[in-house]
């Protein structure tokens, strides 16, 4: 139990779908981060939030869609996806202090497969 | 050529044998993490380091600033400790970049 939960789990679309991947930290922290995994590649980051506010969009297409209504919750919201983005989405988060990120902990992992 | 690589890509071990796992980088840092994902998928922060060595319990992670290198270390190996293993630096004020990982089992 790492203090960061996402749901779901497992999630299976297809490409005019609309939904949503859900990640909640229980841990205090004041950074939230959504880091894409797929096979055989490096984690790959797409947003960072700071205190609420995106301070990293990492080219991300449009597609994709973060959220982060307060410091413990952060969404993606996925529509008219594509099969290449089917991965390991991972959720963490940080606490920033003096201007810089502390130890990154993690979610267990989305793991969506885009038919 | 990728800026964190990690070798070996693949490595099997006997239970109890000393295991050493490496991560070369090729751009500044101002930290670099040691990262356990297992087979779902979840990840788990090992160690964050700077300068110098940590340990903790059975793990060392030991890291050499000026050659731009950092090792993590496994005593008495157990197939439990068999997980992916991943090296990632801290290049930016949220930038990190992220190794390809290590592949280890180990053997009962």
């Known amino acids: 139990e790492t203090g960061v939960t996402q749901t779901p789990r497992h999630l299976v679309m297809g490409m005019t779908n609309k939904k949503s991947l859900k990640c909640e930290q229980h841990?205090?922290?004041?950074?939230m981060y959504w880091y894409k995994q797929s096979a055989k590649k490096p984690l790959e980051l797409m947003f960072v939030?700071?205190?609420?506010?995106?301070?990293e969009n990492n080219s991300v297409p449009s597609r994709f869609s973060p959220e982060c209504p307060n410091s413990s919750h952060l969404f993606l919201h996925l529509h008219t996806l594509q099969p290449e983005d089917s991965a390991l989405y991972l959720c963490?988060?940080?606490?920033?202090?003096?201007?810089?990120?502390?130890?990154?902990?993690f979610g267990e992992g989305s793991r969506l497969t885009v038919l | 050529k990728n800026e964190v690589e990690q070798s070996p890509q693949n490595l099997t071990a006997q239970e109890g044998e000393f295991i050493t796992i490496n991560c070369s980088y090729s751009?500044?840092?101002?930290?670099l993490h040691w990262l356990q994902q297992h087979p779902g998928g979840g990840i788990v922060s090992l160690f964050m380091?700077?300068?110098g060595k940590k340990k903790h319990g059975r793990l060392i992670a030991t890291i050499n600033i000026q050659e731009k290198h950092s090792s993590l270390h496994i005593t008495a190996s157990h197939p439990r400790d068999s997980a992916v293993y991943i090296c990632?630096?801290?290049?930016?004020?949220?930038?990190?970049?992220f190794g390809t990982g290590t592949r280890l089992k180990v053997l009962a």
């Open positions: 963490a988060s940080s606490q920033v202090a003096g201007g810089l990120p502390g130890e990154l902990f």
């Open positions: 751009v500044g840092i101002s930290a």
């Open positions: 380091l700077s300068s």
């Open positions: 990632a630096v801290r290049s930016g004020t949220y930038k990190y970049i």
């Open positions: 841990l205090g922290h004041n950074a």
């Open positions: 939030y700071s205190l609420e506010e995106r301070v």
